[in-house]
């Protein structure tokens, strides 16, 4: 049986662009949109907000009709509560609570929706139906950037999965686990979910097909190594096939692989403009595009001994006091192995040493843990 699919509330699409709206200039379709949601589901607790980062005035007809509407949907909802608990079973009471808690949701009142959520869990028996109420809680944290709400429902999720959740459900879960390490900058787990449920993918209600494939290219771009991002991404017949709507992500994995290094580079710079306007992914695009520009100079220069700087700029279509700048800065912090001389502009690469570098790496924690422990033990004389 096809799994139902979950209400769209709250809209991450008004979260989206009032982000958009927040941090760039005024867009003024982007505010007609935006406006144009909210008061399609009378969000009337987000209303004044809206307008301010829209740059509109506040319309207190338009603010008196979205309260008076939710004020006559929420005796409605009451009512039908009140008539299930007198009259029906437990699966219609529940129903017409789950009702009410989606009201709040949908209208854009955290507080209200938490707390009739919370109700519905508790009246809720199967553990799937549990499990659906800590999906829109999680949408919620999603929504508010409540990172308290998110990690102690995933940790509830998690435990419910325990007691026998289904196979559609995990999988759902995988997903909203994979969010949210985009929010924690966790991109290898990140990677890891999402590439897992790609086949299985039903969370409409989070993302659109194509945004979750968009975001499944960048982060196994960034994380995975060559012959996991072959096998699992430029060779996945439902990845491949998605990107045929994502010319960008096409473009950007694609010249990775076959190291077009300067299309990569004009690719790579598009998806940093991407990046600045997510709502999720915006406080780590400096990172992420910082961390995608080692690797590329990381599987060039394996191929090479040695090359000048003026090849390697070539390679990138950049400037070489662009790449001078960009390798020194890169060779101090440790991130490159490779050395510059720049009288002669040659770049020489050194083969590091795993063996012995996962040998003294081990020596040096032991002796960090060593000292932790003779201060411990002193402490505890002491005492």
């Known amino acids: 049986m096809a799994e139902e699919a979950l209400p769209n509330i709250p809209n991450l699409r008004v979260a989206q662009l009032l982000f958009e709206l927040q941090t760039t200039n005024n867009d003024k379709d982007q505010g007609e949109e935006l406006l144009t949601l909210v008061k399609q589901d009378s969000m009337a607790p987000l209303y004044k907000q809206v307008c301010s980062v829209a740059g509109v005035e506040v319309d207190e007809d338009v603010l008196n009709d979205m309260n008076k509407a939710n004020e006559e949907n929420t005796t409605k909802l009451k009512n039908a509560i009140q008539d299930a608990e007198e009259n029906e079973g437990e699966i219609e009471i529940c129903d017409a609570v789950r009702a009410h808690a989606e009201h709040f949701c949908r209208i854009g009142d955290k507080e209200k929706a938490l707390e009739h959520l919370r109700t519905l869990f508790e009246k809720s028996v199967s553990v799937g139906s549990?499990?659906?109420?800590?999906?829109?809680v999680l949408r919620i944290g999603?929504?508010?950037?409540?990172?308290?709400v998110i990690k102690q429902n995933i940790e509830k999720a998690d435990a419910l999965m325990d007691e026998g959740g289904d196979w559609e459900r995990r999988n759902r879960l995988k997903v909203y686990k994979g969010f949210n390490c985009l929010r924690m900058r966790e991109f290898s787990d990140c990677a890891k979910l999402f590439l897992e449920t790609v086949s299985?993918?039903?969370c409409t209600e989070l993302m659109s097909y194509n945004s979750f494939i968009g975001l499944t290219v960048l982060v196994s771009v960034l994380t995975l190594n060559r012959p996991e991002l072959a096998k699992k991404v430029v060779k996945g017949p439902e990845i491949q096939q998605a990107l045929h709507e994502l010319p960008l992500h096409k473009a950007f994995l694609m010249s990775f692989y076959n190291g077009s290094y300067a299309d990569f580079f004009q690719a790579l710079a598009e998806v940093e403009t991407l990046l600045k306007k997510d709502f999720v992914l915006s406080r780590h695009f400096q990172f992420f595009v910082r961390e995608l520009r080692i690797k590329a100079y990381q599987q060039l220069?394996?191929?090479?001994r040695s090359l000048t700087t003026a090849s390697m700029a070539s390679s990138f279509g950049v400037s070489e006091a662009f790449i001078d700048h960009e390798l020194s800065r890169f060779i101090a912090a440790g991130r490159l192995n490779c050395k510059l001389d720049k009288v002669d502009g040659i770049i020489e690469t050194t083969r590091p040493d795993e063996k012995n570098a996962k040998y003294s790496d081990t020596i040096k924690k032991g002796d960090m843990l060593l000292n932790r422990l003779q201060k411990l033990s002193q402490a505890v004389v002491h005492t």
Not at 142 to 148: A, E, L, V
Request: aromatic content about 28%; hydrophobic content about 45%.
């Open 130 to 136: 549990r499990l659906d109420v800590i999906f829109t």
């Open 142 to 148: 999603f929504f508010f950037n409540d990172s308290d």
């Open 200 to 202: 299985t993918f039903t």
């Open 301 to 304: 220069l394996q191929s090479y």
